[in-house]
């Protein structure tokens, strides 16, 4: 079986990884405060890639950074995550995290903003720590567009008239931006030329988008022994996701009432979800939102011809690759 492009990826950065844990490790302590270190070790500890952290490191190793800050950017990164973790669990009301009950199922809703806040300030004392008014930037526009977007999606939800457009926004603000700017201040801490911050920018820009199409997608077409989610998730949420938004755009009268009564009004019983992966199958919308990840991987990939060659720049290149390998 061969090696998954994320796994290599580690392997390359296991020191740097191992001081990247051991520095979040002591920061989400508190002397005053013990359910802080509870609940943020039940999230951080249940084993998640560390893809955003392991963006930043790749990204100072290919621009051939040699101090120790861009561990301190990369724990910045994950400590954003996880705050944004803790606080959608929240707002969608969750029982499961990576195949865990979620904090606030374990604990309670206010733990788990109050967590997550901590979470965010921690991360914003970390990003001063390497003393780059660059990198500040960068990483503060990152989490107040990540908040944006989480706004947006609220705005937006169960509202049939949003469009692709909104759609873009809410994933560049939600996903995207934590992606990019996680690549970004890799080179940044590097001094790396501005071209190479900007294609490394626009590498992680277009990876996340990537990644979260492709999510979609497999919310309604992928194997739930896999994605640890039941099919069709999305739809009894009532979030507007991309294989959705095409479908209702294309819907005649009939599925227009039944969009309306499934998503806006929120009324579902038996047999609704069958019909929503028909009317998906109709109008061919889940192999159109298949071809636009496929699309923004390409974009991705595109853009590391402007990234020093290195050998992680491959395994970012086929980490562009497996994210959508996951719905050829």
């Not at 013990?34 to 952290?53: C, D, F, M, Q």
């Not at 190793?61 to 929240?90: K, N, P, W």
């Not at 395994?315 to 497996?322: E, G, H, N």
Request: hydrophobic share 45%; aromatic share 6%; glycine share 6%.
């Amino acid at each position: 079986m061969s090696v998954k492009p994320h796994d290599r990826l580690a392997a390359a950065l296991r020191d740097d990884l191992t001081a990247v844990n051991d520095l979040i490790r002591e920061r989400m302590a508190s002397e005053n405060a013990p359910r802080i270190p509870e609940v943020t070790a039940h999230l951080v500890e249940a084993g998640g890639k560390r893809v955003r952290p392991m963006l930043t490191l790749a990204a100072a190793g290919i621009c051939g950074y040699q101090g120790a800050f861009h561990v301190h950017l990369a724990a910045t990164v994950e400590f954003i995550h996880t705050a944004t973790l803790l606080h959608d669990d929240v707002v969608d009301e969750s029982d499961q995290r990576r195949g865990r009950p979620s904090a606030n199922l374990l604990w309670d809703n206010q733990s788990s903003v109050l967590v997550g806040d901590y979470l965010f300030a921690r991360a914003f004392q970390l990003m001063t720590e390497p003393g780059r008014m660059d990198v500040l930037r960068v990483l503060s526009n990152a989490a107040a567009t990540i908040a944006e977007g989480e706004v947006l999606q609220l705005t937006a939800a169960q509202n049939l008239s949003t469009s692709e457009e909104t759609y873009l926004k809410v994933v560049r603000g939600k996903t995207a931006a934590l992606f990019s700017a996680a690549t970004e201040v890799g080179g940044m801490i590097a001094d790396a030329d501005a071209g190479v911050v900007k294609a490394l920018h626009t590498y992680g820009d277009a990876l996340g988008v990537s990644f979260q199409i492709a999510d979609d997608v497999l919310d309604f077409d992928g194997d739930a022994a896999q994605t640890g989610k039941n099919v069709g998730d999305d739809f009894r949420e009532k979030k507007l996701t991309l294989p959705l938004i095409k479908a209702i755009s294309k819907a005649d009268e009939a599925e227009r009432s039944f969009w309306k009564r499934t998503i806006e009004q929120g009324r579902q019983s038996d047999g609704d979800l069958e019909e929503c992966l028909a009317l998906l199958a109709k109008h061919g919308a889940i192999e159109e939102a298949r071809t636009e990840a496929l699309s923004w991987a390409e974009t991705a990939k595109a853009a590391l011809e402007g990234v020093p060659d290195h050998p992680m720049k491959e395994m970012l290149a086929d980490l562009a690759d497996y994210v959508v390998a996951r719905i050829n």
